[in-house]
């Protein structure tokens, strides 16, 4: 008797290695959560708990020399994940689309969502206090799931409905947009800094 495993989801794992570029990203999103007058609207508007750039600033890598040498690193990172996961961009490269910066304050969250339009999407984990909060991925089953009785709690990553990652400052990842994630409530003292983004 054997199982065969069908359908796997991947998650790219990696590290961003370069302390002083990581210092800068957090000089620069700490900066931009400071003089984005827009951002800061539109956060509250949504009741975003904290700030994103998300709205407001769609020119990041040429703005800022971090950005842009970031940008070149996930351009990189991408390509590899692409290969890895076996998609066929038709000789291409993943085209980064959009980047913006999160500053999450102590309680914030961000509810399920997909990235629409997107192929690959990812965060970059710039500052991250103790406590911060994991990122949560959903089976994309899930809705089918129907009768389908609960995983035990022993169950491998690759068989459970939900699977949290714990981020650590430096923490790359990246998955198909399609992906359906949530960030869960932050219980940290401090804010959490990240920067997401899309490959088109």
Known sequence: ????????????????????????????????AAD???????????????????????DLPA???AFGQLAR?????????????HLDLAGRKPKLDSLW??????????????HPHSIISGTLYVEVPEGSGAIR?????????????????????????????EPAAGDLLLWESWLRHEVMPSAAKAERVSISFNFA
Not at 7 to 23: E, I, M, N, S
Not at 143 to 162: G, I, K, V, W, Y
């Open 1 to 32: 008797m054997a199982i065969t495993l069908l359908f796997p989801t991947p998650l790219w794992q990696a590290r961003l290695t370069d302390d002083g570029l990581l210092a800068d990203l957090a000089h620069s999103c700490h900066s931009l």
């Open 36 to 58: 984005d007058a827009a951002g800061r609207r539109w956060s509250r508007a949504h009741r975003y708990r904290g700030y994103t750039s998300y709205a407001s600033l769609n």
């Open 63 to 65: 703005r800022d020399p």
């Open 73 to 85: 690193w996930l351009v990189r990172q991408a390509s590899e994940f692409a290969a890895a996961a």
């Open 101 to 114: 910066v999160n500053v999450l304050k102590p309680g914030g969250g961000h509810s399920g969502h997909i």
């Open 137 to 165: 991925f959903e089976d994309p089953r899930l809705p089918m799931l129907m009768h389908s009785p609960p995983r035990t709690p022993d169950a491998p990553p690759e068989q459970r409905n939900f699977v949290h990652v």
